[in-house]
């Protein structure tokens, strides 16, 4: 091989492994960059987020705003869930919590994955049988669109809709024992379903053609609600506000089963068994098969016994220990024999002094 054959190899040698060096820092520069593409929203590592299509700059959406999204709920590459167009009001609990703030920071129009972490997602419930207490979900997730509602423009077919969606979603929490929570969704579903100044507010183009039957299923609902939010009130000890949801229940539907067996609950938490029984013994005449309520009626029996136990024996302590002091303790013989014969003795000595004083 010539000298400059030789000379050529090397600088293709040299080439080549500078070619190859520079390759190799450019996937570490990728693979850099793909490893940044992941924001943490919270700076916990809780919720992580990869923009895959930028939206309309400022554009997010603020608190109360209806927001219509798509998304695809992941468990590895299995998905879980799918909804278009799924409307839900930010901020008000219809979905998890991580979602929720995740749309709250998104521009419309954007699309994203979201990895969620369980204490933000399903948390330790999880979401059987597909997604357990310890899962991290991933959400594809678009911001569709965003808009402003006036709850006085909207007619009664609406307002029911819209209640009803708020209750199912109070009873879901419910169901996963997250009862504060739950108490929000039913507080807001009243929002729709309730009444405003002795009446429900309507479009004046509606307000005349609204039916009794229309106002009377509005009603149905309403009591619907007010029931549940009784037993979530239950759940959280809130005895007081539990009673007032209750009370506007029963006087709209005196006979609720419901209800009258709720408010015995109340009145048993609260110790005031006289009215839980009378809540019951009502129960009990209109269902008077329904086993949860005989077998609250002998729970309720069984306490009313055991007090008026404690009462008797309460009171034989104290009236039999008060006896026993007014009581004088009898004297032996030897000391009634003693008593005789000094009473004997000193009628004999005035007897004698008597004598004495007269004669001498």
Do not use: H
């Not at 929720?100 to 969620?116: A, F, K, P, Q, Y």
């Amino acid at each position: 091989m010539s000298i400059d054959s030789e000379d050529n190899k090397k600088v293709n040698d040299n080439e080549n492994a500078g070619e190859a060096e520079t390759n190799s820092e450019t996937a570490e520069c990728q693979d850099e960059n793909a490893e940044n593409e992941w924001v943490d929203l919270l700076g916990s590592g809780v919720i992580k987020k990869k923009i895959l299509e930028e939206g309309e700059p400022d554009s997010r959406p603020q608190r109360q705003q209806v927001c219509t999204i798509n998304y695809e709920l992941f468990v590895e590459d299995e998905i879980i869930e799918k909804q278009e167009n799924f409307e839900i009001d930010l901020g008000d609990c219809d979905v998890i919590q991580g979602l929720d703030v995740s749309i709250g920071l998104m521009n419309v129009g954007e699309e994203c994955l979201l990895e969620i972490e369980p204490r933000l997602a399903f948390g330790s419930k999880g979401l059987p049988p597909k997604i357990s207490g310890v899962t991290t979900v991933t959400y594809k997730l678009k911001l569709v669109s965003t808009r402003e509602e006036d709850l006085e423009t909207l007619s009664i077919s609406e307002r029911k809709k819209k209640g009803n969606k708020k209750r199912e979603r109070g009873n879901w929490w419910y169901c996963r024992g997250e009862n504060t929570i739950a108490v929000q969704c039913y507080r807001k579903a009243l929002d729709y379903l309730d009444e405003v100044e002795g009446g429900i507010k309507l479009p004046k183009s509606e307000a005349e053609d609204i039916t009794d039957s229309a106002l009377q299923d509005l009603l149905e609902d309403r009591i619907s609600v007010y029931n549940n939010l009784a037993a979530a009130q239950i759940k959280l000890e809130s005895y007081d506000a539990a009673l007032t949801s209750l009370k506007t229940v029963l006087q709209c539907q005196p006979n609720n089963i419901k209800a009258l067996y709720r408010q015995a609950k109340v009145y048993k938490a609260k110790t005031d068994i006289a009215a839980a029984m009378k809540s019951l013994q009502k129960a009990k005449e209109i269902a008077p098969n329904d086993p949860d309520i005989q077998n609250e009626l002998t729970k309720l029996k069984q306490i009313v016994e055991k007090q008026k136990k404690t009462e008797r024996e309460l009171a034989k302590r104290m009236f039999g220990s008060t006896l026993k002091q007014e009581k004088k303790p009898p004297l032996s013989k030897k000391v009634y024999v003693w008593a005789t014969v000094a009473a004997s003795l000193a009628v004999g000595l005035a007897g004698l002094a008597t004598y004495r004083f007269k004669f001498f």
